[in-house]
């Protein structure tokens, strides 16, 4: 009797590889760069699995590690093969109805590269499935619990909501965090708050980002696809760790921080594995966001100083001495004034920080 040739649904990315091999060998994304001679962000691309190992990349990662270039043009192979025999799991239909909800240019929206010639397994790599299936049994949950909120501005989009979620996901699995500690996250906050007098998004995003990776917790930039609502949300990854993405989509600092005050709260108040979303009208999770926008209050301007908030003058240089009080910029006061109703949404704007497309792109 022949043997059949055995071929599974599942395949191994050479990434995976790779990724397993930084973790054994402790090495750092920018020494992998320094040793590949390329930039961060290209580490972080073929890390994430949007680029295809060729001869050259085979050859200096041959150099890295010591698996030799036949190794990894093997790996390439096989994952290129595996890939082919995913997209034959899928139907006509099935592959039509994924492209519709989850097109080209909104992948390229939310920061992920692929070959543009490539019809539909750029979609399963993204997602990481080989079944319709697998396919069900990982998102239609989250889909279902996306579904139930509903955009008071905007049409409701579960499928863009869902891509935006998995790129934060794919990009928060590459930070390497220590073990969950809310304790430690609390006591972080003060620190983090001397943050908000940084101007430049380049600067103190990646200071964030280390101190909330110091106390388990992996945060990250995506931009929304197009018509999105969100601003910032919490959830935990696959791997059981917790996420915290936000989109910079008001281009504010006062938006900005008070949607990842917002975000820790709910870490630190509602840790039971929901997912929440802010900029979406959360009606099956009314209190929880009431509770999340008072902690994020709280922290900007603690108890001890609500008595001189509420007689905060509205001029420029009290403003700025009340900011450095309570440790955080005057922007973000700003913001607070205007949703208390303290003031007009159209005033005192020039004490808050606008960051431009060129602060913010690099993040992405």
């Known amino acids: 009797m022949q043997a059949q040739e055995f071929t599974p649904d599942w395949f191994s990315a050479p990434h995976e590889t790779i990724c397993d091999l930084l973790e054994q060998k ?113 998102y239609q949950t989250l889909k279902t619990a996306v579904a139930f909120r509903k955009s008071e501005t905007f049409e409701n989009s579960v499928d863009k909501t869902l891509l935006w979620l998995r790129q934060a996901e794919r990009k928060a699995e590459l930070i390497k965090v220590s073990d969950w500690n809310k304790t430690g996250l609390i006591e972080s906050l003060e620190r983090i708050k001397r943050l908000t007098w940084t101007k430049q998004p380049q600067r103190f995003f990646p200071e964030l980002q280390k101190i909330c990776a110091s106390v388990g917790v992996a945060v990250v930039a995506v931009r929304t696809p197009s018509k999105s609502p969100c601003s910032g949300a919490t959830f935990f990854s696959a791997s059981g760790k917790p996420v915290v993405v936000l989109s910079f989509r008001h281009k504010s600092d006062d938006h900005f921080w008070f949607s990842f005050f917002h975000e820790v709260g709910h870490l630190i108040l509602h840790s039971n594995h929901s997912i929440f979303l802010e900029g979406i009208q959360d009606q099956p999770f009314e ?63 020039h004490l808050k920080r606008r960051y431009s497309d060129g602060d913010i792109n690099t993040l992405f």
Request: hydrophobic share 40%.
């Open 26 to 138: 402790n090495i750092s994304h920018e020494f992998l760069a320094s040793m590949l001679e390329i930039s961060l962000r290209d580490v972080d691309a073929i890390l994430l699995g949007e680029v295809r190992i060729d001869e050259s990349l085979a050859q200096k990662l041959h150099g890295a590690f010591g698996c030799s270039k036949a190794f990894w043009l093997q790996r390439q192979t096989q994952f290129d093969d595996g890939l082919k025999r995913a997209k034959a799991n899928f139907d006509v239909a099935q592959i039509r109805a994924l492209k519709q909800a989850y097109p080209s240019k909104e992948l390229s929206r939310v920061g992920y590269r692929f070959d543009p010639d490539d019809d539909f397994t750029p979609l399963l790599k993204f997602f990481d499935v080989s079944t319709p299936n697998e396919w069900e049994c990982r």
């Open 287 to 349: 209190r929880e966001e009431s509770e999340a926008n008072n902690f994020a209050s709280k922290i900007i301007i603690p108890n001890q100083f609500a008595h001189d908030f509420e007689k905060l003058s509205t001029d420029k240089d009290a403003i700025i001495n009340f900011a450095k009080k309570v440790g955080v910029c005057a922007g973000v006061v700003v913001g607070q004034l205007q949703h208390r109703r303290r003031i007009g949404f159209n005033q005192l704007n």
